[in-house]
């Protein structure tokens, strides 16, 4: 299965980086992008889906208590659309994605 980042996933994923350098260290960003290639993985074995995200035709996923992936599966193509910190503004993500 293909993995796709949105733009704003991508974004996403650098300001988490960032925070993560800044605040913490190298380890606790290593084991963040373990959990979210753990996490992929899960989706791409197609056993589980997870919630709905919203009133959208996406679906969310707890990486870590900090960080919710926004996500859908097109045929053999997982896109990834948000990386959202969850201590963020929520109507702000949620606008995001139904623009």
Do not use: A, G
């Not at 974004?11 to 996490?39: G, M, P, T």
């Not at 992936?69 to 702000?92: A, V």
């Amino acid at each position: 299965m293909v993995i796709k980042f949105s733009d704003e996933s991508k974004e996403d994923l650098v300001n988490i980086e960032q925070y993560l350098l800044k605040k913490w260290n190298d380890k606790v960003l290593e084991n963040f992008f373990d959990r979210l290639d753990f996490v992929t993985d899960l989706i791409c074995s197609r056993t589980v889906v997870f919630q709905k995200y919203e009133d959208t035709d996406y679906h969310k996923l707890l990486i870590t208590k900090h960080n919710t992936l926004i996500y859908s599966l097109d045929n053999e193509t997982l896109i990834i659309h948000r990386i959202i910190q969850n201590f963020q503004n929520p109507e702000k993500n949620y606008k995001d994605l139904t623009e």
